[in-house]
């Protein structure tokens, strides 16, 4: 088992709240990930990270925002949640591996409904 | 367009018979396939990890096949259990970027039914 937490693991808002999903890990890595999965669909990266400092948006494009100021720390913000919002969110981290081979470890996820 | 097709989409088997996942993909340039487990509610656990120079590889159970020149792999399951019940994600790594980007394919829901 991966030491890589995720809270909430569950979280019902209403709309135009704000809310922070946290991730930690304990492994040390410098690259960390975030992903959104919506029910039988694919992982979409909407944020990663190189190490402390480094953001950078993924592929899906997200009004969430993450900032990275501790190595094991990687919470993502949405300001103003909405109902297009409510996704499961998935936050991952990886070890440096060979090359592009390197191990990324997912935390639990956390299963946000906005209403 | 970089993607990967994964079949089926869903399978039910009984308890202690084998099955056979298969995964296309059209990622270039390959760097390396993985096969990932994700149990409902949970985030994906890696099974295995094959590069380019590798054509099939062992976890326990789990039985992963890589034809790099056809772009087909295929994750076999033995004497299957009823904790096997989980999807199966096909995830393809290119080698074009710093950052390794992953392809992930959409799993195939395995049921393991008694």
């Known amino acids: 088992e991966a030491d890589i937490y995720q809270t909430p693991r569950y979280l019902v808002i209403g709309t135009g709240k704000k809310i922070t999903l946290e991730c930690s890990q304990t492994?040390?890595?410098?690259?960390m990930y975030w992903y959104q999965q919506d029910p039988g669909m694919e992982l979409h990266l909407i944020h990663y990270?190189?190490?402390?400092?480094?953001?950078e948006k993924g592929d899906l494009s997200s009004e969430s925002t993450v900032s990275r100021i501790r190595t094991e720390h990687f919470p993502l913000t949405l300001e103003s949640a909405r109902p297009s919002h409510t996704s499961q969110y998935l936050c991952?981290?990886?070890?440096?591996?060979?090359?592009?081979?390197?191990?990324?470890?997912f935390g639990p996820g956390t299963r946000l409904t906005v209403t | 367009k970089n993607q990967v097709e994964q079949s089926p989409q869903s399978l039910i088997i009984l308890e202690g018979k084998n099955c056979t996942l298969q995964?296309?993909?059209?990622?270039?340039?390959?760097?390396?396939l993985r096969w990932y487990k994700q149990d409902t509610g949970r985030g994906p656990v890696s099974l295995t990890i094959?590069?380019?120079?590798?054509n099939t590889k062992s976890n326990g159970r789990y039985t992963a096949t890589l034809d790099a020149d056809t772009k087909q792999s295929s994750l076999h399951i033995t004497a299957s259990q009823l904790s096997d019940s989980a999807s199966y994600i096909c995830?393809?790594?290119?080698?074009?970027?710093?950052?390794?980007?992953?392809?992930f394919g959409r799993g195939t829901q395995l049921t393991v039914w008694p």
């Open positions: 991952a981290s990886s070890d440096p591996g060979q090359g592009s081979s390197y191990e990324q470890y």
């Open positions: 094959m590069t380019f120079s590798e």
């Open positions: 995964c296309n993909y059209t990622v270039s340039p390959f760097s390396n």
């Open positions: 990270s190189y190490g402390v400092n480094s953001t």
């Open positions: 492994m040390g890595h410098d690259k």
């Open positions: 995830v393809v790594s290119d080698r074009g970027s710093t950052l390794g980007r992953l392809y």
